[in-house]
């Protein structure tokens, strides 16, 4: 039998209501052996995610304060599921060994991993399913880096023996058994993980949206989803500051060439975003019917370009060597550096240079003697992103004209080498109706 792997994020498992909504979806397909749980999200505005409430757990207890009550706030929403699904795992005996470890004021990764181990409980009880701890699975060495070799052969030791299993989210152990967990969002690493390790025909990550769209709904109205989306356009969307997918959330996936499906649990009629290789998403688009020329449009704004301009620069050894050694002193990772014949210009994030612009201005006068220095700033950049893109005449043309009628002066043009993406820089205040115009020439005309 062909295997998937299915991922539930917090807002799918919030409640009872949402966890009958997912046992549906699973017993659809019985291909949808392993799962993958987050903690319990938010069910309503205003209330606590279970990861939070445990993080302030153990807040409270290093500040030598009463813990108990809170903890069982905690124990009470996963009671609150079990007495309404008439559930008959031992919760309990949960709750008590937990307790107990909290007397030996353990780590802040054991604490706020409790949330997925708990909720995998009662979900595996749910569903009937087996109950496997990612504890013994998930591996990471004495330093706390994830170590991908010795969890693949883990996982598929353990899962392997079981035809069906519920599998906590977003962490591991370390090797002497302390628990470590990865960064928020972890959830979304363990089930690519799984899905890597056992080459599943399918990664799905069952969330509250329907997949992604092709641009941001805040700036353009009722924007097209994305149905078809290259691991590599989505590393470009995310890194430009597309809310997907975090991209050791892909990796896992990607390295084993398991395709990837985005799907809404409060509409699992929608087929959602598929993300897979370039190859795979150039025949599947091709068969469906889509004819956009671009994927998706991203960006963010607060950005600051220094334009270094030095007369016969190109025969200069080592200016640009100089460049990145001094944003290497002051830890920054610079964006882009679009150059010329005797130019170059360093793209920086605001955030990154967290004030310290005129002692870089300086470093840069000092150590590499440029004959002028220009500094723009208040740029926001701006991603179009596309395979497709490369191989339509007109493309840049038909950007920068929507560009321009739009009334936006473009102060930045960049494309990378893979000629997946086109990047602009305008000014912040013309963000918004850059997209808008982008988005319109391309997908609305």
């Known amino acids: 039998m062909a295997v998937k792997v299915s991922k539930f994020g917090g807002s799918s498992v919030a409640d009872g209501i949402q966890l009958n909504k997912i046992k549906e979806i699973i017993k659809s397909d019985p291909e949808r052996r392993y799962i993958v749980v987050s903690a319990p999200g938010k069910r309503f505005d205003g209330d606590n995610k279970i990861t939070d409430l445990l993080y302030l757990v153990k807040t409270t207890m290093e500040n030598v304060l009463p813990y108990e009550q809170l903890f069982q706030v905690v124990c009470d929403r996963y009671t609150a599921v079990h007495a309404n ?38 979900i595996a009880d749910l569903l009937g399913f087996d109950f496997v701890d990612a504890e013994g699975m998930i591996k990471f ?54 899905a890597g390790a056992l080459g599943a025909e399918c990664y799905e990550n069952w969330t509250d949206v329907s997949g992604f769209l092709m641009a941001d709904p805040r700036i353009v109205k009722n924007p097209k989803q994305i149905r078809t989306v290259s691991y590599k356009e989505l590393r470009e969307l995310s890194y430009m500051g597309a809310s997907v997918l975090h991209e050791d959330a892909i990796y896992p996936a990607r390295l084993a060439d398991v395709p ?117 700033e208040g740029i926001a950049q701006i991603a179009t992103v596309g395979h497709q893109m490369s191989a339509r005449r007109g493309t840049a043309a038909k950007l920068f004209t929507a560009l321009a ?14 000629e997946l993406n086109i990047i602009v820089g305008v000014d912040n205040k013309d963000f918004n109706k850059a997209i808008q115009a982008i988005y319109g020439a391309f997908v609305e005309a």
């Open 260 to 376: 990837i499906n985005i799907r809404n649990t409060n509409d699992p009629d929608d087929p959602g975003t598929m993300i897979v290789s370039q190859e795979k998403a150039i025949e599947l688009k091709e068969k469906s019917g889509e004819s956009d020329i671009i994927t998706g449009i991203a960006g963010s704004k607060d950005f600051t370009v220094v334009a270094l301009y030095k007369n016969i620069m190109s025969q200069e050894r080592g200016f640009v060597r100089r460049i990145l050694g001094i944003l290497d002193d002051y830890n920054i990772n610079f964006e882009h550096l679009p150059s010329g014949i005797d130019t170059v210009s360093v793209v920086m994030s605001n955030k990154q240079i967290n004030g310290r612009l005129d002692e870089i201005i300086n470093e840069f006068q000092s150590r590499l003697r440029p004959d002028s220095i220009d500094v723009i």
């Open 85 to 122: 699904l008439g559930l008959t795992v031992d919760m309990q005996a949960a709750y008590d060994e937990i307790l107990e470890k909290l007397k030996t004021n353990p780590s802040a990764d054991y604490i706020a991993s409790r949330g997925e181990y708990l909720n995998a409980m009662l």
């Open 405 to 418: 009628e739009a009334g936006v002066n473009i102060r930045m043009i960049d494309q990378g080498s893979s």
């Open 141 to 194: 060495d004495e330093n706390g880096r994830f170590l991908m070799e010795e969890t693949n052969q883990a996982i598929r030791d353990e899962l392997l023996s079981h035809e069906y299993a519920v599998i906590p989210g977003f962490y591991g152990s370390l090797p002497n058994g302390d628990i470590k967990t990865f960064p928020r969002g972890g959830s979304d690493i363990t089930g690519s993980l799984v």
